[in-house]
């Protein structure tokens, strides 16, 4: 059995038994002062986001034949000449999973109110971590490794998004939703003996998309460790900035 799917078996197994066995113990609140100015921000970056995706435009043949691999940092060099449909596809499918594991948070809340605080919280820290990482992707205008790439199709290489490299999304919203995952649970939970498992768990499957991120050429390892922090931050302080 792969090391991802005994990881998943593990992160399933902990939210079955903690939530058969025990009885919540953390409440959150929701309130102006907090989600007002979340919401308010991320409703701004995503129009701001929008915006400028529209405005974005490809690279061009001279501007492919002008990408210079000597100036990728040393440490990122290991993406380049990457180029793997199947492991873009395995990054997708880790991606969904982690989402599932984020959206599924709500059903560790003890009545029906926690139940729609912690969906909220869910939504604002996909929200957030969504606005904050596309928006740095317009910023940084980043060539993906696969732009490199003679043996990628061109119409891949000069499509707009090969322009979308830092940071990596798939990796960010992965390590968001299953921080936000844990951490749900290790507040509710606090004395269960699976949690150090299900932190353990929280942290290889970001790790694993970003890794297969890396695998399609669709990111240099920089783009994956800064998605991770990014995500991660923000999926570990939403509850916390809630929790009463």
């Given at each position: 059995m792969s090391q991802s799917r005994i990881s998943w078996k593990y992160l399933a197994l902990a939210a079955t038994l903690v939530t058969g066995s025990l009885h919540a113990q953390a409440t959150y609140h929701l309130s102006r002062s907090i989600d007002g100015p979340i919401i308010a921000g991320s409703m701004i970056g995503l129009s701001l986001d929008w915006q400028w995706r529209s405005q974005m435009q490809g690279f061009s043949a001279s501007d492919l034949q002008a990408l210079d691999p000597s100036q990728v940092p040393v440490f990122d060099r290991y993406a380049l000449g990457r180029w793997s449909p199947s492991a873009a596809e395995a990054s997708d499918i880790a991606l969904l999973g982690a989402l599932g594991l984020g959206a599924s948070s709500s059903l560790h809340a003890d009545n029906l109110h926690q139940f729609l605080v912690i969906g909220v919280m869910w939504a604002e820290a996909n929200m957030v971590t969504g606005t904050l990482t596309d928006m740095?992707?317009?910023?940084?205008?980043?060539?993906?490794?696969?732009?490199?790439?003679?043996?990628?199709?061109?119409?891949?290489?000069?499509?707009?998004?090969?322009?979308?490299?830092?940071?990596?999304?798939?990796?960010?919203?992965?390590?968001?939703?299953?921080?936000?995952?844990?951490?749900?649970?290790?507040?509710?939970?606090?004395?269960?003996?699976?949690?150090p498992w299900v932190w353990a768990t929280a942290a290889i499957i970001p790790a694993y998309t970003g890794y297969q991120r890396i695998r399609a050429g669709e990111h240099f390892p920089s783009d994956v460790i800064v998605g991770y922090a990014v995500g991660a931050l923000i999926g570990y302080m939403m509850p916390v900035i809630h929790l009463d």
């Open positions: 740095t992707k317009h910023l940084a205008h980043r060539a993906r490794p696969y732009a490199y790439g003679a043996l990628v199709p061109s119409e891949i290489r000069m499509d707009e998004d090969a322009r979308r490299s830092f940071f990596s999304g798939h990796t960010s919203v992965s390590a968001c939703n299953l921080f936000f995952t844990a951490k749900i649970l290790a507040d509710q939970y606090p004395d269960h003996p699976l949690k």
